[in-house]
């Protein structure tokens, strides 16, 4: 399991994260975000990034609170970045709220730092390196070992401090005691316990985030504490090291000659990146260089609470708190080496042909060297660098922004040049944002004309306007236009976030004439057949009249005839 973690219901898909991270360690898979593990180098960039808290800092708290618990002798190894983070307190007033948590001992880890520095300063001495990059970011180490493992030759073999101060508590108290690294650095729990090379000397990590919601669990107001006083080794300088410059500061105030090394202290990770590309240039030549992958360093770490304060200040504040000497101190003891081995541990990543680089760059609108902007919002440093993680799969087509700003613009207007409505976008000042092919020829006015005028100047505007004042879209509006002889149906959408109304329209001038000529041709025949009928009618009639007449006569001859052989046959008796 990892540092970090990822909540993926609180993923809003931004992609930020992605965009800054500086190894892209992050990638998109199927439209959401994936991190890969190996490749990290846990500088917390993207937690500090990232607006939905989604990403998320896997905490020993629990595990220390066992310790506690179960009876256990817990020691606090501190950073001194707490004397820059903590600024509106007093110093002794923070160790005395983490007493008042349970733990037997707090100390500095910067007494580690005591013994690095003497490293530091005897690898000068011997000159055997042409430049030494300082070992005590835990972030950097990272970086070197995965990304740029042919700098392994110029990092000093020396442990970070926080691991010399586990070595010293182990061989002052025992195996048996529990040591609690408290830091600023996502990255320590990765060196201090999952590194084979450094494991064993401390036995949970927590950061100054998790330390004050657990200050907050238990009731502990740090304004209110009593001030502790130091009764351990006062570090002095060497609690520098959690500011920028402060090895240096530390290296310094021991004394003694660099030897003939210039000093240089660089922050932050594409900093580090242009150090080593320089190197490699061989730019860059018996130089100490002290990096740390935060801007302003350890007290500028991505775990320090999220207090809202000024670096600037935070620097000056821890400088202001220290003893600016180099402190007495007793000498290493037996059997405790300092010594570390920096192994490449990077996979190497395929490189595709320059011929599949540039079909990647043609799919991506960058067929011609001069489309090939590097402008950096994709996250990589340039277009070449974002086609080859796209082949590598760290990256994907679409996240490209000229790309998709083009790409939506092209299907826009084939969208508005094809379709046979009218497309009118209107701002609040009724001034014409969108005018579309259609309109063009119906109003017969160009697009360009069109955008540097209002709409009232060329149609009647008043659909438009109830619109606006209502902040409401209409649908299916019957709208005329007399001037142009032209009849409408209007669906005007009002987007309340852009304050413009997009209006469809289609004409249906035609379609009403051609409706009113189907009326009259119904009209017509049923007129026709109406005729029809009445003369149909006027026949029945007729008919019906001459029948009458003739079946009377002929009831009168046959009744005539009948009473007459009636009377005959009556005579014949």
Same mark, same amino acid.
């Given at each position: 399991?990892?540092?970090?973690?990822?909540?993926?219901?609180?993923?809003?898909?931004?992609?930020?994260?992605?965009?800054?991270?500086?190894?892209?360690?992050?990638?998109?898979?199927?439209?959401?975000?994936?991190? $890969?593990?190996?490749?990290?180098? =846990?500088?917390?960039?993207? =937690?500090?990034?990232?607006?939905?808290?989604?990403?998320?800092?896997?905490?020993?708290?629990?595990?220390?609170?066992?310790?506690?618990?179960?009876?256990?002798?817990?020691?606090?190894?501190?950073?001194? #970045?707490?004397?820059?983070?903590?600024?509106?307190?007093?110093?002794?007033?923070?160790? %005395?709220?983490?007493?008042?948590?349970?733990?037997?001992?707090?100390?500095?880890?910067?007494?580690? $730092?005591?013994?690095?520095?003497?490293?530091?300063?005897?690898?000068?001495?011997? /000159?055997?390196?042409?430049?030494?990059?300082?070992? #005590?970011?835990? !972030?950097?180490?990272?970086?070197?070992?995965?990304?740029?493992?042919?700098? *392994?030759?110029?990092?000093?073999?020396? +442990?970070?401090?926080?691991?010399?101060?586990?070595?010293?508590?182990?061989? %002052?108290? /025992?195996?048996?005691?529990?040591?609690?690294? *408290?830091?600023?650095? =996502?990255?320590?729990?990765?060196?201090?316990? &999952?590194?084979?090379?450094?494991?064993?000397?401390?036995?949970?990590?927590?950061?100054?985030?998790?330390?004050?919601?657990?200050? %907050?669990?238990?009731?502990?107001?740090?304004?209110?504490?009593?001030?502790?006083?130091?009764?351990? +080794?006062?570090?002095?300088?060497?609690?520098?090291? $959690?500011?920028?410059?402060?090895?240096?500061?530390?290296?310094?105030?021991?004394?003694?000659?660099?030897? /003939?090394?210039?000093?240089?202290?660089?922050?932050?990770?594409?900093?580090?990146?242009?150090?080593?590309?320089?190197?490699? &240039?061989?730019?860059?030549?018996?130089?100490?260089?002290?990096?740390?992958?935060?801007?302003?360093?350890?007290?500028?770490?991505?775990?320090?609470?999220?207090?809202?304060?000024?670096?600037?200040?935070?620097?000056?504040?821890?400088?202001?708190?220290?003893?600016?000497?180099?402190?007495?101190?007793?000498?290493?003891?037996?059997?405790?080496?300092?010594?570390?081995?920096?192994?490449?541990?990077?996979?190497?990543?395929?490189?595709?042909?320059?011929?599949?680089?540039?079909?990647?760059?043609?799919?991506?609108?960058?067929?011609?060297?001069?489309?090939?902007?590097?402008?950096? $919002?994709?996250?990589?440093?340039?277009?070449?660098?974002?086609?080859?993680?796209?082949?590598?799969?760290?990256?994907?087509?679409?996240?490209?922004?000229?790309?998709?700003?083009?790409?939506?613009?092209?299907?826009?207007?084939?969208?508005?040049?094809?379709?046979?409505?009218?497309?009118?976008?209107?701002?609040?000042?009724?001034?014409?944002?969108?005018?579309?092919?259609?309109?063009? !020829?119906?109003?017969?006015?160009?697009?360009?004309?069109?955008?540097?005028?209002?709409?009232?100047?060329?149609?009647?505007?008043?659909?438009?306007?109830?619109?606006?004042?209502?902040?409401?879209?209409?649908?299916?509006?019957?709208?005329?236009?007399?001037?142009?002889?032209?009849?409408?149906?209007?669906?005007?959408?009002? !987007?309340?976030?852009?304050?413009?109304?997009?209006?469809?329209?289609?004409?249906?001038?035609?379609?009403?004439?051609?409706?009113?000529?189907?009326?009259?041709?119904?009209?017509?025949? !049923?007129?026709?057949?109406?005729?029809?009928?009445?003369?149909?009618?006027?026949?029945?009639?007729?008919?019906?009249?001459?029948?009458?007449?003739?079946?009377?006569?002929?009831?009168?001859?046959?009744?005539?005839?009948?009473?007459?052989?009636? %009377?005959?046959?009556?005579?014949?008796?």
């Amino acid at each position: 399991m990892g540092a970090i973690g990822f909540k993926k219901a609180k993923c809003k898909d931004c992609y930020k994260c992605v965009r800054l991270c500086p190894v892209k360690a992050i990638t998109v898979q199927n439209e959401h975000i994936k991190f $890969a593990a190996s490749d990290c180098i =846990l500088c917390g960039q993207c =937690l500090e990034a990232c607006p939905q808290d989604a990403i998320t800092v896997f905490s020993d708290i629990d595990l220390v609170k066992q310790y506690l618990q179960d009876g256990m002798t817990v020691i606090a190894s501190l950073s001194p #970045a707490y004397l820059g983070i903590y600024t509106d307190i007093e110093p002794g007033q923070f160790i %005395e709220g983490l007493y008042r948590l349970g733990f037997s001992q707090v100390r500095e880890s910067a007494e580690g $730092a005591i013994y690095v520095t003497n490293e530091y300063q005897r690898l000068m001495r011997e /000159g055997t390196m042409d430049n030494i990059i300082t070992s #005590a970011c835990p !972030v950097v180490n990272q970086y070197v070992e995965t990304y740029y493992p042919d700098m *392994i030759q110029y990092m000093a073999p020396v +442990v970070s401090p926080v691991i010399a101060h586990g070595k010293l508590l182990k061989e %002052e108290f /025992g195996d048996s005691v529990k040591i609690v690294a *408290i830091s600023p650095c =996502l990255a320590e729990s990765t060196e201090d316990l &999952k590194d084979a090379r450094t494991s064993g000397y401390i036995d949970a990590v927590i950061n100054f985030e998790q330390l004050g919601q657990w200050f %907050e669990e238990k009731g502990i107001v740090l304004e209110q504490c009593r001030q502790w006083r130091h009764d351990r +080794v006062n570090p002095m300088i060497n609690g520098a090291y $959690a500011t920028s410059g402060g090895i240096t500061m530390a290296i310094n105030a021991k004394g003694g000659a660099t030897c /003939g090394y210039q000093t240089l202290y660089i922050d932050g990770i594409e900093a580090c990146r242009e150090i080593f590309e320089s190197i490699r &240039k061989g730019e860059i030549h018996r130089c100490f260089l002290e990096l740390n992958s935060c801007v302003r360093g350890c007290i500028n770490g991505p775990v320090t609470g999220r207090i809202q304060r000024n670096r600037f200040k935070s620097h000056l504040t821890l400088l202001g708190r220290i003893m600016k000497d180099f402190p007495q101190y007793e000498p290493l003891p037996e059997g405790i080496s300092l010594e570390k081995t920096f192994e490449a541990r990077g996979k190497t990543a395929q490189i595709p042909t320059e011929e599949e680089i540039r079909k990647i760059l043609v799919a991506i609108g960058k067929d011609t060297p001069e489309k090939e902007l590097n402008c950096g $919002a994709c996250g990589f440093h340039t277009c070449r660098e974002k086609a080859i993680a796209v082949y590598q799969g760290k990256s994907q087509i679409q996240m490209c922004l000229p790309y998709m700003y083009e790409n939506a613009r092209h299907l826009s207007d084939v969208i508005l040049s094809v379709t046979p409505s009218l497309v009118i976008i209107v701002d609040e000042q009724l001034r014409i944002r969108e005018f579309n092919n259609a309109a063009e !020829v119906k109003f017969n006015i160009s697009r360009e004309e069109a955008l540097k005028s209002y709409l009232y100047e060329i149609i009647d505007s008043e659909s438009f306007q109830e619109v606006l004042q209502e902040k409401r879209s209409k649908i299916n509006l019957r709208v005329d236009y007399k001037s142009y002889k032209m009849k409408t149906i209007q669906n005007l959408i009002y !987007v309340r976030e852009q304050g413009v109304v997009i209006g469809i329209i289609r004409d249906i001038t035609d379609e009403e004439k051609q409706n009113a000529k189907r009326y009259r041709l119904k009209m017509e025949a !049923v007129n026709s057949a109406q005729k029809v009928i009445d003369k149909q009618m006027m026949v029945a009639q007729e008919i019906a009249g001459l029948l009458g007449e003739t079946t009377a006569e002929t009831k009168m001859t046959l009744t005539r005839l009948r009473d007459r052989l009636m %009377e005959d046959g009556e005579e014949s008796k």
